[in-house]
């Protein structure tokens, strides 16, 4: 445990001691406000619209009911920022093992003792603290609109909790890609290309027979992340998350494995 | 603690980096491996740390097989990189806190050995400046410094004045005469003076053989031996 602390606390220091981390939440926090502001925008528009004198004024009736906080700024946002943390998690995850590969300091920490499976873990930690802080960053705005939509807390913990997962997931995926590339940048790359793969099967579902299909849309991020923003939090979801981070956990252990037969 | 390696093989696809080493290295002893760069002398220290497995044969170190528990080896051995690889952006103070925490010291008893290391290795200037702003020859003394932390029985140094300017070879070279005898150290080095001047004992290691061992004076001032090594670095004799 003294070992796991000291790695943990190490791992901090070394993420907090470099601009990139203050960029990170700073992009994710611009961004998320861009997004949302936007589509905000584009809802207002809509709805002066609709509150022009030739539209009828501002009688609700006028209104068309898809025309909603929920519908017009809410979903887009989520759906949006889904894509944008593909873009900005492997950002975080790229330096993880493959700077302590790229200036050798990897055997080092291998020959202080500490575990594979401990390093693997103390890393994990620190990267889950800080998506998890990205996304109290960035969920600032969703919150905005559920709140101002009236859904209530249980509906924010819901998308909290999706948000988070989903990130930890996406996180996973650039550790696992961070651990068996030997350039940040091919890491981040390797990172991106998986995460977009898995975002989104549906594209692929003419080409395939339908039990394929149905396999495919299981493992597949988009669906899953989307069940939160609606409000469901069911156990298979969380199961697949979890399932995500622990195969991801585990391919990363065995990086080092393949490191000392020299592959 | 002793150091046995048996018909030690490594290869890499079709390279053989080392080949049938076999040699001993007694407890106590400082014990120099040289040879040019690519003549195998990493890759044995990487098997010795547990870093790498062996094609074939065996290594031990105080009887117990870095491959088959790394961690129990570590525990006994403090490992000197080449200079650099350590954590520009982290203070001094607080790398060797890690290095120590990593060790399993806690409390008191790792505050006692971060200022022990201190004051050895005169670090006290540069306790609380980022090793990156650091001379080489500081960080090459932080990094002697964390691998003395736990106080192991046997120490391996790797090319520990690479990259280092006159005076600060002699630095580091100072204080590495000062640790010998007191637990067993491997030196590895292409610096035949740094070898000689340092190890009671050396081997030395071409194309990953073992071409020369014994006592150090010895076998360097033996013409061939020397004329072998020259040649393998690129010196001409």
């Known amino acids: ?263 | 603690m002793r150091v046995e390696a048996i018909d030690l093989t490594r290869r890499f696809g079709d390279h053989l980096a080392l080949d049938r080493l076999s040699l001993s290295i007694e407890p106590g002893e400082a014990f120099g491996l040289l040879g040019a760069n690519g003549a195998g002398k990493t890759t044995f220290i990487r098997m010795v740390t547990g870093c790498l497995l062996p094609s074939d044969g065996t290594v031990t170190v105080d009887g117990i097989s870095p491959s088959a528990s790394p961690t129990a080896v570590q525990a006994r051995l403090g490992f000197v990189m080449e200079t650099s690889r350590l954590y520009p952006e982290l203070r001094v103070r607080s790398f060797l806190r890690f290095i120590g925490g990593a060790r399993g010291l806690s409390g008191s008893a790792l505050a006692t050995a971060i200022d022990r290391v201190i004051e050895r290795f005169q670090l006290e200037s540069t306790v609380t400046r980022p090793i990156g702003n650091l001379s080489k020859g500081f960080q090459q003394r932080v990094s002697l410094a964390q691998a003395f932390l736990h106080d192991p029985p046997l120490v391996i140094v790797d090319e520990p004045t690479g990259g280092l300017d006159p005076l600060q070879q002699a630095e580091v070279q100072e204080i590495l005469r000062g640790l010998r005898g007191r637990r067993t150290l491997i030196l590895c080095t292409h610096d035949l003076h740094e070898a000689e001047s340092l190890a009671s004992r050396v081997a030395v290691l071409r194309h990953g053989r073992l071409v020369a061992e014994g006592n150090a004076k010895e076998v360097l001032r033996e013409g061939e031996t020397l004329d072998l090594f020259r040649s393998s670095v690129g010196i001409e004799t």
Not at chain 1, 35 to 42: E, G, N, Q, S, Y
Not at chain 1, 166 to 189: E, N, P, R
């Open chain 1, 1 to 263: 445990m003294t070992a796991l602390l000291a790695l943990i606390r190490k791992e901090f220091a070394s993420l907090f001691a470099l601009p990139t981390a203050y960029l990170t939440l700073t992009m994710v926090a611009l961004v998320t406000a861009l997004i949302f502001f936007d589509h905000l925008r584009i809802y207002n528009q809509t709805l002066f619209l609709y509150a022009t004198t030739t539209m009828g004024g501002f009688s609700s009736d006028e209104i068309p009911d898809y025309i909603n906080l929920w519908d017009a700024v809410f979903f887009p946002v989520m759906e949006t920022l889904g894509l944008t943390l593909i873009g900005v998690v492997p950002l975080v995850t790229m330096r993880v093992f493959a700077e302590e590969r790229s200036r050798g300091t990897d055997e080092l920490l291998v020959t202080t003792g500490l575990t594979p499976t401990t390093i693997v873990v103390g890393k994990f930690i620190v990267t889950l603290l800080f998506v998890t802080l990205m996304m109290a960053v960035s969920f600032v705005y969703p919150a905005t609109a559920i709140e101002r939509g009236g859904l209530g807390f249980q509906h924010l913990a819901a998308v909290f909790v999706g948000l988070s997962l989903y990130s930890i997931a996406l996180a996973s995926i650039g550790l696992v890609c961070s651990a068996f590339a030997s350039s940040q940048l091919v890491a981040a790359v390797s990172a991106w290309a998986v995460a977009f793969v898995f975002w989104d099967f549906a594209w692929i579902h003419p080409f395939v027979s339908e039990g394929v299909a149905g396999f495919l849309d299981a493992i597949c991020l988009h669906l899953r992340y989307g069940s939160f923003a609606e409000g469901i939090v069911s156990l298979e979801n969380i199961v697949y998350f979890v399932g995500v981070v622990l195969v991801a956990l585990a391919a990363a252990r065995f990086s080092f494995d393949l490191r000392r037969v020299g592959a």
